[in-house]
């Protein structure tokens, strides 16, 4: 198991913190200044490291594509994320430097001022949907289930493709719909567009 430095430092901070306090439980020392200092160490300093270092850690490893995984009704968008054959834009923004392995948390975190904590909320919601909800249905059934909160913001395209450059604007489509694009009027990820992002997940079609 390859650990990162923001685990390993988060163990040593834990490990250092026990050891510190067992320590002293062991062999009650009197509370000199020394003794002082190194229970600040065990109560205070390195918990917080551990606390700090681990919640780093916990943010970092949800960015990526393998933690959405982890819920099997993503299956299906993952399966489509990972595949280097597939022309969804899922897929495509995976194969990319700037999303690669965080092309989910790239594309669906919220871009507004508070837009880390907003992401982390909605996770949260999601794992208690997934749990009251999905945990027992299949990722083919629910397909028909999951869905966005509201319709994807052509903003969080536009955090790449500003619509001001002249290669986005060198397009005859892009310009007849530039206003209609900047007020959301009509969506990048549609059929008339660039197609949904994730085609194995679309709604069903109505007779």
């Known amino acids: ?82 595949d280097p054959h597939s022309g969804s834009l899922s897929s495509r923004h995976s194969r990319t430097a700037l999303f690669g392995a965080e092309n989910c948390y790239v594309c669906h975190e919220d871009y507004g001022m508070f837009g880390t904590v907003l992401t982390k909320a909605d996770g949260m919601k999601h794992v208690w949907l997934y749990y009251t909800q999905y945990l027992h249905v299949s990722a083919e059934a629910a397909k028909s289930r999951i869905h966005l909160y509201q319709p994807y913001p052509n903003e969080s395209c536009m955090q790449c493709h500003s619509t001001t450059d002249t290669i986005w604007q060198s397009v005859p489509d892009h310009t007849a719909a530039l206003a209609a694009v900047r007020t959301n009027q009509v969506s990048c990820a549609s059929v008339g567009c660039h197609g949904f992002a994730h085609p194995n997940a679309r709604p069903p079609v109505a007779p």
């Open 1 to 82: 198991m390859n650990l990162s430095f923001l685990a390993i430092v988060s163990l040593a901070c834990a490990l250092g913190a026990a050891i510190i306090l067992v320590g002293y439980l062991t062999r009650r020392p009197a509370l000199t200044g020394m003794v002082k200092v190194w229970l600040l160490l065990g109560l205070g300093v390195l918990p917080i490291g551990a606390a700090a270092s681990g919640n780093l850690q916990g943010y970092e490893t949800t960015k990526q594509r393998s933690f959405c995984a982890d819920c099997h009704v993503m299956s299906p968008q993952v399966s489509d994320s990972n």
